[in-house]
């Protein structure tokens, strides 16, 4: 009566995943979002065989700390999956967290991809997602699942623009009538963001950090605008000084991180600045009256929406919840799945 697929269905939670460069998001049918780990698989690796060590949160610990025989990888680049077998690994761990209650259960699952995803990069995540236990794999484009999640009117005729600033790529979208007129990805994001400032303590002050100090130095004091002072608030950091190889402490400014961040900010600015020229009239004028919302962790850096703003001369906004905007878009796609069918593909 039901067949197979009906039976599973009532035994399972259908998902949504934001499955991102730096975090991946989980959202259940009914429940919201309940789980948000970072994208990062940890091996132990013994006789040329891998064996999962730790997924998620406590993998992410060991990142640039790990000794010959474990490997701490993330699996995820630019948006798109890089390492084929560590992401199936990591699906399917995240989607076993979700799942605690019972192993007789195949959900149906909708993934978000980046608007510029090949279509062999599209088939690598809906393979990995059927292969970590799904009965079935959809995939929504990130810009329509940002909009819906910061709550955008995105079905109406008018014209809607979303900055979705991720882990390893930004995309910006005009939308209208729920489908894109007009999106671009570019691969600029948090990711860019530390290697930044890596560098840019390299080159002056001879330091070298690893990759969690350059995280901790952008969320904490990042900004995309140099401090009305001309110095800003400021941190102090370790790392090892590369003149004579050994540990140091020392102490950078809010300004001296405005400086290193100012090649990957003018890169977003300049991805808006090309998708306002490349709009038709009418939707532009919308976006004059609308202004752009800016989603995903990126646009939580320091005064990125008044550096936009600057070049853009728009009114630009933060969305409430700017972290999970992507996977409650996904989600709601999954919950309102007959209004918003045209956008989901099931089968690319």
Do not use: W
């Amino acid at each position: 009566m039901f067949g197979m697929d009906g039976i599973l269905g009532m035994f399972s939670s259908d998902m949504a995943i934001d499955l991102g460069t730096a975090n991946t998001l989980v959202y259940v049918k009914g429940k919201g979002v309940i789980l948000s780990e970072p994208s990062v698989v940890a091996y132990h690796v013994k006789d040329g065989q891998k064996k999962v060590l730790a997924v998620g949160e406590d993998a992410k610990l060991m990142l640039g700390r790990t000794p010959g025989s474990i490997e701490a990888i993330r699996p995820m680049r630019e948006g798109v999956i890089a390492d084929f077998d560590t992401a199936e690994a990591m699906i399917k761990e995240f989607i076993r967290k979700v799942h605690r209650r019972s192993t007789f259960s195949k959900p149906k699952i909708i993934v978000c991809v980046p608007h510029g995803a090949t279509p062999v990069e599209k088939r690598a995540i809906r393979q990995s997602v059927l292969s970590a236990g799904a009965r079935k794999a959809g995939l929504i484009a990130e810009p329509i699942a940002a909009a819906i999640g910061a709550g955008m009117p995105i079905t109406d005729p008018t014209g809607n623009m979303v900055v979705d600033i991720g882990g390893g790529t930004t995309e910006v979208a005009v939308l209208s009538l729920g489908d894109i007129v007009y999106a671009r990805s570019v691969r600029v994001g948090g990711d860019r963001m530390d290697e930044a400032i890596i560098n840019y303590l390299r080159r002056q002050q001879n330091l070298l950090v690893g990759e969690s100090t350059a995280e901790r130095i952008k969320t904490s004091i990042g900004t995309a605008r140099m401090p009305d002072d001309g110095r800003g608030s400021s941190m102090q950091i370790r790392g090892r000084d590369l003149l004579n190889g050994v540990p140091k402490e020392t102490e950078i400014s809010q300004a001296q991180v405005a400086e290193a961040l100012s090649e990957p900010v003018q890169q977003i600015c300049e991805a808006v600045m090309t998708a306002l020229e490349a709009t038709p009239p009418d939707l532009a004028a919308d976006i004059v009256d609308r202004g752009v919302m800016l989603t995903g962790g990126g646009a939580l850096l320091g005064d990125l929406d008044l550096a936009l703003r600057e070049q853009t001369g728009l009114a630009v906004s933060i969305a409430d919840e700017s972290l999970n905007c992507v996977a409650l878009g996904t989600g709601k796609a999954l919950e309102y799945e007959k209004q918003l069918r045209h956008a989901i593909d099931y089968d690319s």
